[in-house]
């Protein structure tokens, strides 16, 4: 069976700590894989608030996540406190990858891989547009 692999790039532009909260426990006693996606958003929406922005006005436009991958190295228990390290790549005109590497913030362990790809969309007109320069410019400088 063919597995996701998500490569990390060399250099994250972004970090956060975010603890594990007790809604993010499944019936394992562990991180559970819908949580993730939340850990995520959520580092994904400070970093926009570090830039300046917020998800619904980046450079006058917003982004739409069209696809997600997670991929596993250790699990997350309860207590423990996340470090979500961030990175954007893969540009194409209307849109860019975000890849996120998750570890223990205690030993620094990676746990969890995850990548989104998204496309930036005006949301009035209903259509995916370009890539903002000046978002392009702050994430790649």
Do not use: W
């Amino acid at each position: 069976m063919a597995r996701i692999h998500i490569d990390l790039p060399d250099k994250f532009i972004f970090s956060i700590d975010i603890p594990i909260r007790i809604d993010d426990i499944n019936r394992g006693r562990h991180l559970g894989h819908d949580r993730v996606l939340t850990i995520a958003e959520e580092a994904r929406n400070r970093f926009l608030r570090n830039l300046g922005y917020n998800d619904e006005n980046i450079d006058g436009t917003a982004f739409i996540v069209v696809d997600a991958g997670i991929m596993y190295k250790k699990q997350g228990f309860y207590g423990q406190t996340l470090r979500v390290q961030l990175a954007v790549n893969d540009f194409s005109s209307k849109g860019c990858d975000i890849v996120f590497k998750i570890s223990n913030a205690e030993t620094a362990e990676e746990m969890v891989r995850v990548k989104t790809g998204v496309l930036f969309f005006d949301y009035r007109a209903q259509k995916v547009v370009d890539v903002p320069s000046g978002f392009r410019e702050k994430v790649l400088a």
